[in-house]
């Protein structure tokens, strides 16, 4: 196979996988963490010593124009979204394996030495 036939195909793999995904409609960013509180009532558990705090609660956060947004979600809540934060996470992964394969073709036919690599959480490596 010439490696124009392979990058083809790699990129066909891709673009079913992200058509797919798109076709679902469900595709939510953000991030989800656990988090506990505290309430500023005296004398609540959550104060005591030691402290009980209040939760866990799971908070979806995201930004937007560069605020970031928070909403608290019902543990089915984040059961019946956990699946949309999943399709976002692989969609940034299929765009970054995109743009790897993307720049791996300009560097060979600009004959650019590589520089940092960071996709596909790699670890940055300055090929010099
Ligand atoms: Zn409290």
Known sequence: ???????RDQASQIASELSRLAR??????????????RCGRPGCACQADPPRPHGPYWQWTRKVAGKTLTRRLTPEQLERYRPWFENMRRL???????????LQQAEHSEGWESESVSVLGRSKRHER
Do not use: H, N, Y
């Open 1 to 7: 196979m010439s490696p124009d036939q392979a990058l």
């Open 24 to 37: 679902t409609a469900k595709v939510l960013p953000g991030s989800i963490q656990q988090r506990l509180t």
């Open 92 to 102: 940034r992964e299929l765009v970054g394996e995109l743009e790897a394969l993307s």
